[in-house]
């Protein structure tokens, strides 16, 4: 009635045929480790309350804004009555279907989700209801948002983010009781998956000083410049912001024109160096190109202050500088990843007012400087967004701390980032296994207060840049007078950079620019290694006007977009030379010293200056004992 039966020797038991086949003294063992899942639930409790108040809510879940944001979607369903009634008739109709299909045994294939890929869902007739049922009334609150047309583009895209986290958050599958796979692996470990289970939520409760701070991936296996971001090479310049590593060459012969790679600082470089495998940063250099690869100072105390001019000046002119007395080169080509990108690009112009023609080409992976479509971050800078980020950074004494950033990335995909690990993690006891793409995104940077409240309020916010009203080292900048070479880089399904966006940024140079969309997202979109034979990209040779209209008559090519990327580089690198190695400069080898610096250790850090510091004044406004003054004016 509910669906097929699966057949055969890989049939695992059902949760009926688990629970029937489960002998009394078991089950009395199983009673016996609840109570122990009990004195672990109260513990967790306790735990929370101990940690009390743990500052400003994220912005990326924010129940005030959700409630302002679908408050504004109940003003329109009181002010068209109609659309509500429309709504809740195709409710009505919907779940007569669904009883209808029970009763007859017709129900038809349920849709594809992955959240319910236990057979339970489909063979144990209840599940298989919840399942339907939780179906129905989603697309029902989704079918509500989407009806008030009225509401202007901002609010629109606030309602529904804030109406998709609902009803993703009750999923079925998220709760103990009504998740099938975590009431059999119950049963089948007596117990114990909830015991465990419970001592790893407290265990991430404790790692993130009284919130949730969701384990991702076990990271012990791993160690920066040990088994990941390997590739050899020498720090050749460092200062207060930047580390320039320069790698070493494989082939006797480069190009002439070396490549410096100006990464996002919201993470760290070796995503471009993660494996030999899958390592951008090798497979360049078996080009025979001179790669350079900046590395951002994760903000401290010595940053904190630090502004877009200062990454403009201590960044990229820096490194552009050292990058050329490093190799001996009249010029280079550039990369900009993210917002490396964004910051690229202003000081492109910048430098092309003041004819400083150093940089010759300019690629950009999955970048913006138009922010008109920057996609649901969008939702994260408005203004209530940015007033809540002002006193995050205010609270952390004008850093903008990496865990914020990590939490608002993961909940703009909740189901993958978020759910998935509540469900394996705390219900069901699993413990994260090592994966070296996850511990990269949990070995997160900070940033300097006003770096970060330039990028949200004029980038985000005002969309500066691309109207040229941004000021870059005491100049405003235009794109336009950026005529170089560019190649711009997008995904088709990235979140942070949408395509659309990235294609408006494409269309703001005026020189020679190349637009490719490469399949995936913004992480593995980029980094797809040709060997891997994934994914697929698409070319084309002009810019019409938007990006779903380059893609109706773009070229589909199956596999990494490196290659032609390549091309189009090899293009741009001059003639070979013989090639240069890295010169020891005294400041250690590939990949440096800032990128091994963690949040954890800045913020030891920081705490016991503070610590110092506060002594030190203590010290200094005590007062002299009587005895110790009367001394003093009998020496006098």
Avoid at 108 to 133: K, L
């Amino acid at each position: 009635m509910a669906g097929k039966q699966t057949s055969g020797e890989d049939r695992t038991p059902s949760l009926s045929e688990l629970l029937a086949s489960r002998p009394p003294e078991q089950l009395q063992a199983l009673s016996s480790t609840m109570a122990e899942a009990m004195s672990e639930s109260q513990s967790l409790i306790s735990d929370v309350i101990g940690f009390g108040s743990t500052g400003t809510q994220n912005p990326a879940n924010d129940p005030v804004a959700a409630s302002k944001a679908l408050s504004k979607v109940g003003q329109s369903l009181l002010a068209h009555p109609d659309r509500l009634a429309t709504a809740n008739a195709e409710l009505m109709r919907g779940w007569f279907e669904l009883f209808q299909g029970f009763m007859t045994g017709n129900l038809g294939e349920a849709e594809r989700d992955r959240r319910f890929s236990d057979p339970e869902w489909s063979e144990n007739p209840m599940f298989d209801f919840m399942r339907r049922a939780y179906k129905l009334n989603s697309d029902w609150m989704m079918a509500l948002v989407d009806s008030a047309t009225e509401l202007d583009e901002a609010d629109k895209r606030k309602a529904k983010y804030y109406g998709q986290l609902t009803v993703d958050a009750f999923a079925p599958t998220n709760f103990f009781a009504s998740n099938p796979t975590a009431l059999k692996t119950m049963l089948e470990s007596g117990g114990s998956s909830v015991v465990e289970g419970l001592r790893q939520a407290r265990a991430d409760i404790k790692r993130g000083g009284g919130k949730l701070s969701i384990s991702q991936t076990d990271e012990t296996p791993f160690e920066v410049g040990k088994n990941i971001a390997t590739a050899p090479g020498k720090v050749v310049f460092r200062n207060d912001l930047i580390e320039l590593i320069q790698y070493a060459p494989t082939k006797k012969k480069t190009r002439e024109r070396p490549l410096l790679i100006f990464p996002p600082w919201i993470n760290k470089f070796y995503i471009l160096d993660l494996r030999e495998e899958n390592s951008m940063i090798r497979w360049l250099v078996s080009k025979g190109l001179t790669v350079l690869v900046v590395s951002w100072r994760s903000a401290d105390d010595v940053t904190k202050d630090y502004t877009w001019d200062d990454y403009a000046e201590k960044g990229i002119h820096a490194a552009v500088d050292a990058a050329l007395e490093a190799t001996g080169a009249d010029d280079l080509n550039a990369v900009g990843y993210c917002i490396g990108g964004s910051l690229l690009s202003g000081t492109l112009a910048r430098m092309a007012q003041t004819g400083d023609d150093r940089i010759a080409s300019a690629t950009f992976f999955a970048s913006q400087s138009d922010f008109e479509k920057a996609g649901e971050l969008l939702i994260f800078t408005d203004g209530e967004a940015q007033q809540t980020i002002s006193k995050i950074i205010d609270e952390h004494d004008g850093i903008m701390p990496g865990e914020y950033m990590a939490e608002t990335f993961n909940w703009l995909r909740p189901v993958d980032l978020v759910w998935r690990y509540v469900v394996d993690n705390y219900m069901m006891g699993k413990k994260p296994r090592p994966f070296d793409l996850l511990y990269w995104n949990a070995d997160q940077t900070n940033i300097p207060g006003p770096t970060h409240r330039t990028y949200i309020e004029r980038f985000y916010g005002e969309n500066a840049l691309a109207k040229s009203e941004f000021e870059i080292l005491g100049e405003r900048v235009d794109l336009s007078d950026v005529e170089i070479p560019v190649f711009v880089q997008c995904s088709r399904d990235d979140h942070i950079c949408p395509y659309e966006s990235v294609y408006r940024t494409a269309k703001k140079f005026s020189g020679d620019t190349t637009f490719v969309m490469a399949g995936s997202g913004h992480i593995a979109g980029v980094v797809n290694h040709p060997d891997a034979n994934k994914y697929q990209h698409w070319v084309r040779g002009d810019l019409p006007g938007d990006a779903n209209e380059w893609l109706d008559g773009a070229e589909e090519i199956p596999g990494s977009w490196w290659p032609t990327w390549w091309k189009w580089l090899k293009k741009n690198s001059g003639e070979k030379i013989p090639a240069i190695a890295p010169e020891d400069c005294g400041l250690g080898d590939a990949p440096g010293t800032y990128v091994k610096s963690r949040l954890e250790d800045i913020a030891k850090e920081r705490k016991k200056a503070r610590k110092a510091a506060k002594t030190k004044t203590k010290k200094s406004s005590k007062k002299p004992s009587a005895s110790k003054r009367r001394k003093t004016a009998v020496k006098a």
